[in-house]
């Protein structure tokens, strides 16, 4: 493996088609402000390392990334890649990771609108996230202890599964398919409109008028908090642990719940539905 140790490069194209290469507390930066310093590239480990020009990894083969940052001017970092690993790091830029597959995130800081749309096979554990349209039309999503603040997150997800995560963002998971949530906080207004077959199990659901127009939802042993005007239209089993402020037109299923405000049923297509449980 070549190493190359304490560099700067700034050039178009800096180490483009590199194969087998190891980079070391390199400083991707200077006024020549080149571009895609490692494009279609396999095989590179890079540690230490500073990005502040953009398009660094496109078209990478094995790539893996460890203690670097990329900054606000590192946009659209990786893009076309796969076998990916990043590690205690920074992704600060702006559309830091599309159409890529193969994808291991560990204990990383990122902050980065419009970040991993249309990826394949992500494993995020240990992180923080901030992000507008924070994972947009990606699928087999695996995230484990993940902070995030944003706007619009995982909408069109399909066949994921969070474990202990805390989401503040509101409109996440619409239109998403096949997707799990345990042990998890998720804060926000609108959550998971037209979603279908998903399930929340052992979460804590915060915000305004939740769960609506949803296919084959499963509350199991949840807590709702602010949760006003939920389940409109939807097809849902739920078993709440706590109060709820008004649930309106579920359409088919059943929701269990020590108590209800108000229970709104002035559709007469709402099949559902409201037990109380004391």
Not at 132 to 156: A, C, D, M, P, W
């Amino acid at each position: 493996m070549k190493t190359i140790i304490n560099k700067t490069f700034d050039e178009e194209r800096a180490l483009y088609g590199s194969r087998n290469i190891f980079v070391k507390d390199c400083c991707f930066d200077g006024p020549a402000d080149g571009e895609s310093a490692f494009k279609e590239s396999s095989d590179v480990e890079v540690e230490g390392c500073f990005f502040n020009l953009r398009y660094p990894f496109w078209h990478n083969h094995k790539l893996k990334i460890k203690n670097s940052e990329m900054t606000e001017l590192c946009r659209a970092a990786l893009w076309y890649s796969e076998n990916i690993e990043i590690t205690d790091s920074k992704l600060h830029g702006i559309k830091a990771l599309r159409e890529c597959a193969g994808i291991k995130i560990k204990r990383c800081h990122i902050v980065s609108p419009e970040f991993g749309w249309s990826v394949n096979d992500i494993e995020m554990e240990d992180c923080s996230a901030e992000g507008e349209y924070f994972i947009l039309r990606s699928e087999n999503l695996t995230f484990v202890n993940v902070s995030l603040n944003g706007k619009y997150s995982f909408q069109y997800i399909k066949d994921s599964k969070f474990k202990k995560c805390v989401f503040n963002t509101k409109d996440a998971f619409w239109h998403a398919k096949n997707v799990v949530v345990r042990d998890s906080v998720v804060k926000g207004e609108y959550l998971a409109w037209y979603c279908e077959n998903v399930t929340f199990e052992n979460c804590k659901i915060i915000g305004t008028q939740p769960l609506c127009y949803c296919k084959n939802l499963k509350l199991i042993n949840c807590e709702m908090e602010e949760t006003d005007l939920c389940f409109e239209k939807s097809e849902v089993e739920a078993t709440v642990s706590t109060p709820v402020i008004s649930v309106k037109n579920p359409l088919k299923g059943h929701i269990y719940a020590p108590g209800v405000g108000k229970v709104i049923m002035d559709d007469p297509n709402a099949g559902g539905s409201v037990i109380i449980q004391n």
